[in-house]
């Protein structure tokens, strides 16, 4: 059921909130993110593409304050408002849009979703900061903890997913299944930083990583993409530190032109002075770099998936 403070937060409203504020939605701006309140048509997406093996995908947002610079999912954007979709791409991690009806669209579908694959979220971080002051992806997930018994897999980069793990339990304890995936994309600050401006650190994941698994929530650690790694052989240390026995690795991929608007220079910058090479080596010398890494995770780590195959629904 839908909580008195998400009732608040997503048009209704409880009997101990000031008369004025009932009704109202939340924060219009979160740090660097605008953040637009619209209805979406539909909450469950049927899956397709690099997600075909799931029944749905569940995106509780559009965009990502998050704006990581190679994120792929800022290339699906849409028009929205007076911004075309090309405007939108190119202020990937400045605008979110809240489905303000997501909550109740969930709570309207009537047939169960038992034994249901979702994939939550295949083009948002369903934890990016705004989750902290809407609890929209909690209100769903007690939705489906409540109402069905989904096969779940929930992806993020965020460590305030482990507020969510006793709703993880629930749905297990009703005969859902649920795993979740934190990304984890390398052991450098400098390059997290450059390639994940905003995101939490990963030694603050590994710490929520380690608290899943002591919650006894299946949990799966997703180098996706594998940026250039410090020290390999103790990264791999500090991801088997964490209890975690599942991993997933991909390489990152160099299209021309796939980063986000102002952030393509900064990267190369960044990838060529960590690979040691000039900017035009480094394509080459990354995936030199990705196979030794891959070969020491192949080495040494148990149950890793790779690629597309990687991310097949684990249940
Ligand atoms: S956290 Fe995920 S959805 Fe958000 S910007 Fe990064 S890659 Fe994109």
């Known amino acids: 059921m839908t909580s008195p403070r998400q009732l608040a937060l997503f048009g209704g409203s409880t009997p101990d909130q000031p008369e004025e504020t009932r009704g109202q939605p939340g924060p219009t701006r979160l740090g660097h993110a605008s953040i637009d309140y619209k209805p979406a048509r539909a909450i469950l997406t049927k899956a397709t ?37 090309a405007e939108r791409r190119d202020t990937w ?92 994309t390398t052991d450098d600050e400098d390059v997290r930083r450059a390639f994940e401006p905003t995101c939490p650190s990963n030694a603050k994941r590994l710490g929520a990583a380690r608290e899943l698994v002591g919650h006894g929530i299946a949990t799966c650690l997703t180098m996706t993409p594998l940026l250039p790694v410090e020290n390999a052989e103790r990264f791999v240390d500090d991801l088997l530190a964490t209890g975690v026995q599942n991993f997933i690795v991909q390489p990152f991929h160099f299209q021309s032109g796939k980063f986000i608007a102002g952030t393509r220079d900064a990267a190369l910058g960044i990838l060529a002075t960590k690979l040691d090479c000039g900017q035009r080596s480094v394509p080459g010398r990354y995936l030199e770099h990705y196979n030794r890494v891959r070969d020491t995770l192949r080495s040494k780590l148990p149950g890793l998936g790779e690629g597309k195959d990687g991310f097949k629904p684990p249940f």
Not at 118 to 130: E, F, G, H, L
Not at 166 to 184: C, K, M, P, S, Y
């Open 49 to 85: 593409g690099f997600m075909d093996a799931y029944d749905f995908t569940l995106n509780p947002y559009s965009g990502c304050a998050f704006g990581c610079t190679y994120c792929y999912a800022a290339f699906f954007s849409r028009a929205s408002g007076s911004m075309t979709g």
């Open 93 to 184: 991690g400045a605008w979110v849009e809240v489905k303000e009806n997501a909550i109740k669209l969930l709570e309207r579908r009537r047939k169960p979703l038992d034994d249901t694959l979702i994939y939550m979220s295949s083009v948002t971080d369903p934890y990016q900061p705004i989750e902290r002051k809407l609890n929209l992806t909690q209100g769903l997930l007690e939705v489906l903890a409540k109402r069905h018994r989904p096969k779940l897999v929930v992806q993020t980069r965020s460590p305030d997913v482990v507020r969510d793990a006793d709703l993880f339990r629930e749905i297990v304890a009703n005969g859902g299944r649920v795993q979740v995936n934190l990304t984890v």
